[in-house]
């Protein structure tokens, strides 16, 4: 709090002084819990002596006397302002990812440590997948053909590196188990605080069908000017 125990002791609502003012209401609920002697958690945000906003974690018991009345209160204070903090902005994070790629025409994967966290809805129709769930935790050598995985590892190694790598195109399996193309590039970026790779690309399939049914029938004409 920055203040020492006579300031408190001179000033008995000093520490409504220092409750963050959005918070009273919720601190308010608590006291009320430790009022009618039940023991109370609470989360709030309190403004320092010195003007600095933190979030504490307040737990605290009630003795009560024999006609039922609370007589003391016992409370454990906590600076949980760091861990909240990265709670807060790990999940602005993921909601900015979010309302940038929802509407994308292209797939947009981000994964961390092998695993994937985000993926918008095109991957999703890509892949198949009902629902992202079916797809986010998992690892990214899940949904690579065996061949892929290699070269997965290497570029991702080279990402982290901080290289900047060229497009490139691969074969990845659906959850119902086609084997499809993509083209995608990927860029390093940072993701719940962490270093993490973003994938954007497309499914290629159709174009490259088209292009292998081409090369065949050129292939076909010129077998048969040959002959």
């Known amino acids: 709090y920055g203040y020492t125990q006579k300031d408190f002791e001179d000033n008995p609502q000093l520490w409504?002084?220092?409750?963050?003012?959005?918070d009273m209401v919720l601190v308010e609920v608590h006291r009320k819990k430790l009022l009618s002697?039940?023991?109370?958690?609470?989360?709030?945000?309190?403004?320092?002596?010195?003007?600095?906003?933190?979030?504490?974690?307040?737990?605290?018991?009630?003795?009560?006397?024999?006609?039922?009345?609370?007589?003391?209160?016992?409370?454990?204070?906590?600076?949980?302002?760091d861990n909240k903090m990265?709670?807060?902005?790990?999940?602005?994070?993921?909601?900015?990812f979010r309302n940038l790629f929802d509407l994308s025409t292209n797939f947009v994967l981000i994964h961390q440590e092998g695993r994937m966290l985000f993926a918008n809805p095109e991957l999703l129709k890509i892949l198949g997948a009902?629902?992202?769930?079916?797809?986010?935790?998992?690892?990214?050598?899940?949904i690579l053909m065996v061949e892929e995985v290699d070269l997965f590892e290497d570029r991702l190694?080279?990402?982290?590196?901080?290289?900047?790598?060229?497009?490139?195109?691969?074969?990845?399996?659906?959850?119902?188990?086609?084997?499809?193309?993509?083209?995608?590039?990927?860029?390093?970026v940072s993701f719940n605080g962490k270093p993490a790779v973003m994938v954007v690309g497309k499914d290629v399939s159709k174009k490259k069908k088209v292009y292998n049914q081409i090369n065949e029938n050129e292939q076909r004409y010129k077998s048969l000017i040959e002959f």
């Open 16 to 22: 409504k002084d220092c409750i963050y003012p959005e």
């Open 37 to 81: 002697g039940m023991p109370s958690e609470a989360e709030y945000r309190i403004i320092r002596s010195d003007g600095v906003i933190r979030w504490v974690q307040e737990s605290t018991n009630v003795i009560i006397n024999k006609q039922g009345r609370v007589v003391l209160t016992l409370g454990i204070f906590l600076d949980v302002n």
């Open 86 to 96: 990265a709670t807060i902005n790990s999940a602005e994070s993921e909601e900015r």
């Open 130 to 142: 009902s629902h992202e769930n079916d797809i986010l935790g998992k690892k990214i050598q899940e």
């Open 157 to 188: 190694e080279r990402h982290l590196d901080g290289q900047k790598l060229s497009s490139f195109e691969s074969k990845v399996k659906t959850l119902d188990g086609r084997v499809i193309d993509i083209e995608s590039n990927a860029v390093l």
